[in-house]
Each structure stands twice: as C-alpha cells, then as structure tokens.
C-alpha cells in the first residue's frame, strides 16, 4: 500500500479547474522532500508533468501548475481540456525507498 | 534523441524467472541512474529498485527482496531487471526509468522506458 494518499478520481466540465492532492507524511513530503507530478494517458508509459513541487518541464503546457505545503502536495489543472483526461500519479521519497501515490483519474465531462 | 527500449513481452509459468532489458541511447549511461517501477493490470505505479549505472551498486524495495536482480552493461548502455520465483501477482507492465538529474539518485523521473508487458500464468 502507499504512503502517499491520493483522491481516486476527479472530474470537470472543458475549461474548469481541478485540482489533484497528495497526502503524505512527516517522513517523506513533511521531510523536505521534493515531489514530482506524473500524467499517464491510457496504454502508455507515465511522463513528467512536474518536478521539484512546481517546475514544469518544457513541453508541458502552463495549464498545470504544482504546490507543496507542509506534508501534502497539490496539481492543478486549469482550462481543463479533452487531452486532459488520464491517470495522474505522485511521487517523492521516504525511508530510502521512491514512493508513489495512489494515483488519481481524472474525467472531463 | 534520448531515450529507452525495453526488450518484448513475455510469458512465463509460476516459479520461473525473468529478465527484462532496457537499453538507453543519446546520452552519457553512466552518468544518470536507472530505476524500475512496475503497474499491475488496473492498478497504480509501484517502485522497485534503483541501479547506478556507473558502479553498478543497487538498492531495491524490501518487498522484492531477495527476488529481484538488477545489473547494467556499459558496453552497450543496458540495464536489466530480473525477477524470480515469480507468481500470478507478478503480472504487470515493467517499465524502466531515468532520473533527469545527472548523478542524482532519487529526483523526478524525465525518460521513461516503452513497459514490458510480463504475464505470469500456468
């Protein structure tokens, strides 16, 4: 089971936002640790969507946006839109192990 | 371009082993560390071990413990994952994964492998 605890599943009509959390511990995001965002489209592998809490890599549209405060973290998705649909994972380390969240759906109605 | 080309699909009965490679290209392979994470059909992303491709020093997750094997070629820029003893929860797309910062051995993970579809059934 994972440490880091995420909503099963989100959904939004075009153009709302959204926004994803990722509940951890004093052990892993609580630590300092940073946390890095991932978007897994049906069949493929997962990509980057963020790094270090809130940097996007370059590519990724500016739509999504990520935050850390104490021991959660937090994607948001703004303008959401029809490619925006997908699985979306957590990640950050705890105890000297990498540790993913449990991965949210999101729906776009 | 960067990237990573995992060997094909398998099959293989309970008790027996695997071994899945992941081959890298357009980049320094010694410098950047290799994980491997696994997803079972329906499920989410689970971490497995890491493998420094310069020293060829290891780490993996205790529930692998003892199971799994991760070693490296620098002749021609391969890691490999094998995982023994397998049993039908084994079933999974395997992927590799490269970590973006050079010399860093857990930070985000920016190069992913294509998977490798391992189906453990009788």
């Known amino acids: 089971q994972s440490v880091l605890t995420q909503p099963p599943s989100v959904s939004g009509a075009p153009g709302q936002r959204v926004t994803i959390s990722c509940t951890g511990s004093?052990?892993?995001?609580?630590?300092?640790?940073?946390v890095h965002w991932y978007q897994q489209l049906p069949g493929t592998a997962p990509k980057l969507l963020i790094y270090?809490?809130?940097n996007r890599p370059s590519g990724v549209p500016d739509r999504f946006s990520g935050s850390k405060s104490g021991t959660s973290a937090s994607l948001a998705i703004t303008g959401l839109q029809a490619e925006d649909e997908a699985d979306y994972y957590c990640?950050?380390?705890?105890?000297?192990?990498?540790?993913f969240g449990t991965g949210t759906k999101v729906t776009v109605l | 371009q960067v990237q990573l080309v995992q060997s094909g699909a398998e099959v293989k009965k309970p008790g027996a082993s695997v071994k899945v490679s992941c081959k890298a290209s357009?980049?320094?392979?010694?410098?950047?560390?290799m994980h491997w994470v696994r997803q079972a059909p329906g499920h989410g992303l689970e971490w497995m071990g890491i493998?420094?491709?310069?020293?060829?020093?290891?780490s993996y997750a205790q529930k692998f413990q003892g199971r799994v094997t991760m070693t490296r070629d620098t002749s021609t820029s391969t890691v490999y994952m094998e995982l023994s003893s397998l049993r039908s929860e084994d079933t999974a797309v395997y992927y590799c994964?490269?970590?973006?910062?050079?010399?860093?051995?857990?930070?985000?993970?920016?190069?992913w492998g294509q998977g490798t579809m391992v189906t453990v059934s009788s």
């Open positions: 357009g980049y320094t392979f010694t410098s950047y560390y």
């Open positions: 270090g809490n809130s």
């Open positions: 004093s052990s892993n995001i609580g630590a300092g640790y940073d």
């Open positions: 493998i420094n491709p310069s020293g060829g020093s290891t």
């Open positions: 994964a490269r970590v973006g910062q050079a010399w860093e051995a857990h930070d985000a993970f920016d190069i």
């Open positions: 990640q950050s380390y705890d105890s000297s192990l990498d540790v």
